[in-house]
């Protein structure tokens, strides 16, 4: 049995929706019946044709005020559904914006959330959740107890991307009966250069054993030179050595490069969870018995200090 | 609360009374991380015995919410905490910090809540409390739902600002540097209000000598969910629980001052070089 209806919390990266929101609405269309979006920013006809090209039909605008999106948009979807437009279940990506929208909503629905997902599926008419725990060696599938619609969050990266629909979203501005009251005065982007973290081909992480937060620009470099994301573990975020947007990991993200390379980090379940589903990795750490090594496709059991000076010293002379 | 002048009306409070900024910070016990987690086969809930922790993500609000108080010139910061039994040995920590007192709502009847239930029991406790502004962390070390702070805000109908990296009181407003995939936003909301703090933006103190004998002896009052009026439940159901598929260990090799060159030679042949 499949589902008859499917909303996606469509998200703005830059001046189209994020790839994130693209994997959802993929995933959504696999699961039969209708697709909807639910938007809050300020392209809604580019949003309505590239999300028509994902096989969404209609595309429900939601005015923020200026203010963070969780009240607002939750609002909107709250109307919707106690005007009688219930859909069956409501896909979040695990997101600063979607987490804010899915904690709003399940309040305003009285509903329980699942999150942190990696995949969904129907059985007998029953939504499940698998989810990936304990550095990703168990895999947990939960489903609903009570009613629809079912609130759910999915990893970045669960799903791949593609288009299937030919025609525009219809577009529809969804009322707000709650605005929200935090807001937003000034917005500030930081320069980045290179691919950001969780789209990147390659990512070159630290940890602890780079000893200093000095030490950290040797990661930098190394991205840099390899055209990849610099990337960091829980241990040097919360020592604040680089900001919690750097961290790789079940707090933080989630990530599948092409290459993964772990400089310094040990591999404690907390950071492995968010990085062994990348396709190869490299690890060079000092301790021979870090269970880093036990996933890595190339280990090197030496001094960080050692190994990146040389490496970045190689690459630049070729 | 800044010392700000009379003429402002804003803050009125302070003066000619005794303004006082009351926090809470919401905190976990958590098993130790560094021990490999466990699922109980009966339950499938995550193993909880033992001794627990303050969870680490919990001290960055533990602190910030003492440098506002700080600031402020007045108040308390009081946690607020769940758990299915009565360990209080995490709160102690926090209290050690220098935190006034807790709130545990403690009850075995809440051993696998999901993260709505315990929301409304955290959110319940808070209101007993009316602070001017509750901290959390973004999520929990061993669970990570990552919704609490909203839900708990939706509950109380308070504004909430999540992820922040900064936080500055102004008269009854709360300024917020929030952090961004593309950078910061700058956000301010009207108190009482939930902020959601990320890790590693302030150094959280150690306690000292003084602060542990202190947190001995400071009060950590027991509720039941049935004191609150709420009845524990949960929306969800794990259905299964399998091993997921092993990666297999590759290469390793002990670096003989030449292992870079086994970097460069992986990297040219997956054609990045």
């Known amino acids: ?318 | 609360m800044g010392r700000g002048s009379c003429s402002d009306l804003v803050l009125w409070r302070i003066c000619g009374h005794d303004y006082a900024m009351n926090v809470v910070v919401c905190v976990k016990q958590i098993p130790d991380p560094a021990i490999p987690g466990q699922l109980d086969p009966q339950t499938n809930f995550l193993k909880r015995e033992g001794k627990l922790i303050l969870d680490d993500s919990d001290a960055y609000g533990v602190e910030m919410a003492l440098q506002l108080v700080d600031a402020a010139g007045g108040g308390e910061v009081t946690l607020v905490s769940m758990a299915p039994n009565n360990e209080a040995s995490g709160l102690r920590t926090a209290l050690a910090m220098g935190a006034a007192k807790a709130v545990l709502v403690s009850d075995p009847a809440l051993a696998g809540a999901d993260a709505l239930t315990t929301a409304k029991v955290l959110a319940g406790a808070i209101d007993r409390v009316k602070p001017d502004l509750v901290l959390t962390a973004t999520e929990a070390t061993d669970g990570y739902t990552g919704t609490l702070p909203e839900q708990i805000a939706g509950l109380l109908n308070f504004p909430s600002i999540t992820f922040a990296k900064k936080i500055e009181i102004s008269g009854t407003t709360v300024k917020v540097d929030r952090q961004t995939e593309a950078g910061y936003d700058e956000v301010e909301a009207p108190m009482p209000a939930v902020v959601s703090v990320t890790a590693g933006v302030v150094e959280p103190r150690y306690p000292s000598f003084k602060g542990i004998m202190a947190a001995k002896s400071k009060p950590v009052d027991e509720l039941t969910a049935a004191d609150l009026g709420i009845t524990p439940g949960t929306g969800q159901q794990i259905v299964s629980v399998i091993a997921a598929e092993a990666r297999q260990a590759g290469e390793i090799i002990e670096d003989d001052g030449e292992g870079y060159l086994k970097i460069i030679e992986f990297l040219e042949q997956q054609k990045v070089l």
Do not use: C
């Open chain 1, 1 to 318: 049995m499949s589902l008859d209806k499917i909303w996606v919390f469509a998200e703005d990266a830059g001046d189209k929706v994020s790839t994130g929101t693209l994997e959802l609405v993929t995933k959504a269309r696999s699961l039969g019946g209708v697709v909807e979006a639910f938007y809050a920013g300020t392209n809604a006809s580019a949003v309505a044709a590239e999300l028509g090209n994902f096989g969404v039909s209609k595309l429900y605008t939601v005015d923020a005020g200026g203010s963070l999106l969780g009240v607002p948009v939750a609002s909107a979807m709250a109307g919707q559904i106690e005007g009688g437009n219930k859909p069956d279940a409501i896909m979040f990506a695990t997101s600063y914006d979607g987490r804010d929208v899915l904690g709003r909503l399940s309040v305003k629905l009285d509903r329980s959330v699942l999150t942190n997902n990696i995949d969904i599926s129907v059985d007998g008419g029953q939504v499940k959740v698998d989810e990936a725990i304990f550095g990703g060696a168990t895999l947990v599938t939960s489903t609903f107890t009570g009613d629809a619609p079912h609130l759910v969050s999915f990893r970045p990266k669960s799903f791949t991307a593609e288009a299937g629909g030919s025609t525009t979203a219809e577009v529809i501005a969804a009322s707000v009966s709650e605005a929200g009251q935090a807001k937003i005065v000034a917005r500030h982007v930081e320069e980045r250069e290179g691919p950001v973290l969780d789209e990147a081909a390659l990512v070159v992480s630290g940890g602890r054993g780079l000893g200093d937060a000095d030490k950290y620009s040797m990661i930098e470099d190394l991205a840099k030179l390899l055209n990849g994301a610099p990337g960091a573990s829980r241990a040097i975020v919360d020592a604040g050595w680089v900001p919690y947007s750097y961290q790789v990991g079940q707090t933080g993200k989630v990530v599948k490069p092409d290459i993964y390379i772990a400089a310094g980090i040990s591999g404690a379940t907390q950071h492995m969870v968010g990085m062994k589903g990348s396709k190869t990795i490299i690890a060079i750490n000092k301790d021979a018995e870090a269970p880093i090594f036990s996933i890595a496709d190339l280990g090197i059991v030496g001094d960080v200090h050692k190994v990146l000076p040389q490496l970045i010293d190689a690459i630049k002379g070729r």
